[in-house]
């Protein structure tokens, strides 16, 4: 069956009549998780079960932000708290193994979490490289500020993801460290040179090219492209994402509704995909919005396809772990106790 190049949202806890139609007649690739979508794990399981019977697809991606941190759609009282990525990078500092070890099985323990909801694609690890001056959006969901380092981490992080059977999107490409505004606010502008962004920005992505999918980064690059973000940028994408960094998963847009982005939702939607994205984010579970995105994708074909079909492929079955003990050896590496319950 024939999908359409978006991601879309819901509004709500529970699929609405009108939403369960649009999905129907729609028939989005995948969707995606917010916390105003989720209650307690029946609930959210329940919604994740609805959206694939609506869609016909028992195997449709279901997708999340949950990096811990800042950024977790999945909380207490229900759910585990996990820390920032930047936790990482300092343990990593004090101990390699110890810091990698801990980036493992934190992504290893949020896998398991997704898993048992029905969830399997989670939108980690950032590749970011946060530069002084940045704004914060950020922050400390970065690794570290040395591209080996941030690469090295998240490396661990995916390995951890795929452990527990959940596929990987690698964010913000080409990078979303140097942003001076907060993207869902207004577009930033990097104007550092080309081979600045190479030696940093662009040098923590490399070692990440073989991730199956990866999310791009609303961000004007002016040596590059003085106009256009990375997003709605062809230059960018052929020559630096697929180019420079060599990415060859599927790329999607981040979310098409954010403010860094101008025009209607259907002139935004035509220019993400006329620059080369494989699919289309929309994230705020606005109904009206979400009709203009489905009116402005292509059914998913050709490079896309074979693209979204190779990412997942790749999704393995969950490995057995002892999760208790996984945790405890978390709370022992981390000194404290963030992934208990």
């Known amino acids: 069956m024939s999908v359409r190049a978006f991601i879309t949202g819901a509004s709500g806890l529970s699929l609405t009549a009108e939403e369960r139609e649009f999905l129907r007649v729609e028939r989005p690739w995948g969707f995606i998780l917010f916390r105003r979508n989720v209650d307690n794990p029946l609930q959210v399981a329940r919604l994740v079960q609805d959206f694939r019977e609506t869609v016909g697809d028992s195997d449709a991606p279901v997708l999340i932000d949950q990096e811990g941190g800042r950024v977790q759609r999945l909380g207490p009282p229900h759910w585990p708290v996990y820390p920032p990525g930047a936790m990482f990078g300092a ?15 934190s992504a290893q323990l949020i896998a398991a979490d997704l898993a048992d909801l029905g969830i399997t694609v989670d939108c980690l690890p950032l590749a970011d490289v946060p530069a002084s001056g940045a704004d914060a959006v950020i922050g400390d969901r970065a690794y570290g500020a040395d591209p080996d380092k941030v690469a090295t981490i998240a490396r661990a992080v995916t390995e951890g993801l795929e452990q527990g059977g959940v596929l990987p ?25 080309k081979a600045d962004l190479e030696a940093v920005d662009f040098a923590a992505f490399k070692p990440l090219a073989d991730l199956p999918m990866a999310m791009t980064a609303h961000v004007v690059f002016s040596a590059i492209d003085p106009t256009q973000p990375a997003t709605t940028s062809a230059t960018i994408i052929e020559q630096v994402i697929r180019g420079t960094i060599g990415f060859q998963g599927l790329l999607m847009s981040d979310d098409v509704s954010m403010n860094a982005l101008t025009g209607s939702i259907a002139e935004r939607t035509r220019a993400i995909v006329s620059a080369g994205c494989d699919m289309v984010l929309h994230c705020n579970g606005n109904l009206d919005e979400m009709r203009q995105v489905a009116g402005e994708t292509p059914e998913l074909s050709g490079k896309a396809l074979d693209r979204a079909r190779r990412a997942l492929a790749s999704r393995k079955p969950p490995q057995p772990f002892d999760r208790e003990a996984a945790r405890a050896e978390f709370d022992a590496l981390t000194g404290a106790g963030a992934a208990g319950a």
């Open 169 to 193: 999107v690698l964010k913000h490409i080409p990078g979303h460290g140097r942003a001076t505004a907060d993207t869902h606010h207004r577009l930033p502008i990097v104007n550092n040179s």
């Open 91 to 105: 343990l990593y500092d004090r101990d390699r193994a110890a810091g990698l070890r801990a980036a493992r099985l």
